[in-house]
């Protein structure tokens, strides 16, 4: 069988973390495009909170096994059944606007949780296994400036097909078509992730992934990652790193009119950016500093900002209340109104935290191991625990809580977090290189050519994966051959 080979920039990790920014943008992207149109989308606000409920409690129960699933079937095909759940909720949605079918985007929902567990845990591993350790912010940064530009468009596509009419109190048929379309994209473009072990990063090694994994190895795996006293430090972080969402969601759709509730989920997008490629290139990522000192400069920064944007938020909060959004004399903001002012910069910097609060955890998770496996488990406990706490965040939105109650418990949630984030922080190693073996692509090339072995004729499922320090009674890695 031929081996084909790809151009050396393509088997590059960042173009690998580039397509898989590109496949999130285009489906993960457009899901929040229409949650942050306020109300997920929907008219009906406890019936966009007990979808999204559901969702995240589906998401959170897949997430715990999501990892090991991920590493049992490839990313790859784990990217494209993550990619599924996205269309069906999107479409859910479209069908509640013309059908009335409420039992249908609760059911999507569910299945969107599945699958998104799985999409996440393959992410997570790409993202944080197949760059060097000095780029792994760069990483981050690059992909969630991807992935949030696909909520930036989106938000952009709705604003401007429902700007004219002044009001959106749900949205449009022509909306959900242009979703639709791009989501489809996004679930095609899965297939262009490289398998794992033709990527080589730029010092020459190759990133070791099997092809499968055995399910008593995932079970094992597991056991010792709940058993790590840094994973567990880790939960309140985790848990609070999507708490605020619902928050964030239930206020842009009680205060604000259809447009202005566009214009403020495009801001958001923008935030998000602006965000990621600042802690991402200029903090964690900064080469003059050791690595454990670029963390706590992550750590302080991202401490500052929850500090600073959520005391601005509650001085707004405290001037309003969930009642008031239902007197008969209550009028929605319209960023015309000179109430609105201020609001729109909230919304911005809502999402430059949230990207450097996100940013922190998964370098962390990433400063920790550079196994793929190992990293695939960890992005799924996170998901798990994330969406765990969204799900709670949704259920309170959904029975009424004020909205001083729901700020108060996102806030406090992040600002626990930060303390034992620090004690995680302080075990982080100036490199992981020591303890965990590497292979390069020429020794491989130089004992392919000593033992005559054609490079077409080394399979790719040969390839071992993870740790050669883990595996060192295995015998020798017979990773294949990649060109470079």
């Not at 129960?61 to 590493?71: E, K, P, Q």
């Not at 500090?307 to 960023?335: C, G």
Request: net charge neutral.
């Amino acid at each position: 069988m031929v081996d084909f080979k790809f151009p050396a920039w393509y088997t590059t990790p960042m173009a690998q973390v580039v397509l898989v920014g590109i496949t999130c943008f285009a489906t993960v992207g457009m899901f929040s495009a229409v949650s942050n149109l306020g109300a997920g989308g929907l008219s009906d606000i406890t019936l966009s909170d007990t979808s999204q409920g559901v969702l995240y409690g589906c998401f959170a129960i897949t997430g715990l096994v999501s990892g090991g699933i991920s590493n049992i079937l490839g990313p790859r095909l784990t990217l494209f059944i993550g990619t599924l759940g996205y269309a069906l909720y999107v479409g859910s949605l479209w069908c509640y606007q013309t059908q009335g079918t409420g039992w249908f985007v609760i059911l999507a929902g569910a299945l969107l949780g599945v699958s998104a567990a799985l999409l996440w845990s393959a992410q997570g591993a790409i993202m944080m296994s197949y760059p060097l350790e000095k780029d792994k912010g760069k990483a981050f940064a690059v992909f969630w400036a991807i992935f949030q530009f696909g909520s930036f468009i989106g938000s952009i596509i709705a604003l401007a097909i429902n700007i004219e009419s002044g009001e959106l109190s749900a949205v449009s048929t022509s909306t959900y078509i242009a979703f639709l379309v791009i989501i489809f994209v996004g679930v095609a473009s899965s297939f262009l992730v490289l398998p794992p072990n033709r990527v080589v990063r730029s010092d020459g090694t190759l990133v070791k992934l099997e092809a499968v994994s055995k399910p008593h190895e995932e079970v094992v795996g597991m056991i010792r990652l709940l058993k790590d006293w840094r994973m567990l430090a880790l939960v309140p972080m985790f848990f609070a790193s999507n708490y605020f969402y619902a928050y964030q969601g239930a206020v842009n759709a009680k205060l604000f009119d259809g447009p202005t509730r566009a214009l403020n989920a495009t801001l958001e997008g923008a935030g998000a950016i602006v965000g990621a490629l600042m802690i991402g290139y200029f903090c964690l990522d900064l080469k003059w500093f050791r690595r454990r000192t670029r963390g706590y400069l992550g750590l302080a920064a991202v401490s500052v900002m929850v500090i600073i944007v959520w005391s601005v938020a509650l001085a707004w909060q405290v001037t309003f209340s969930r009642e008031d959004t239902t007197r008969p004399d209550f009028k929605f903001i319209n960023y015309h109104d000179d109430n609105y002012k201020g609001k729109g910069a909230l919304y911005f910097f809502y999402y430059f935290s949230d990207a450097c609060y996100q940013a922190l955890a998964y370098w962390i998770m990433s400063a920790l191991t550079n196994d793929p496996f190992k990293l695939a488990r960890y992005a799924g406990l996170y998901k798990a625990l994330q969406s765990a706490g969204a799900a709670g965040s949704f259920g309170m939105d959904a029975v009424q809580t004020p909205f001083l109650n729901e700020h108060l418990a996102s806030w406090v949630l992040m600002l626990f977090s930060l303390p034992l984030a620090w004690l995680v922080i302080r075990t982080v190693k100036e490199t992981n290189y020591d303890d965990e073996k590497v292979v390069y692509v020429d020794d491989v090339k130089h004992q392919h050519a000593e033992e005559g072995v054609p490079p077409a004729a080394v399979r790719s499922d040969s390839i071992e994966k993870g740790s050669v320090s883990d595996r060192e009674d295995a015998g020798p890695v017979q990773p294949p051959f990649v060109s470079a």
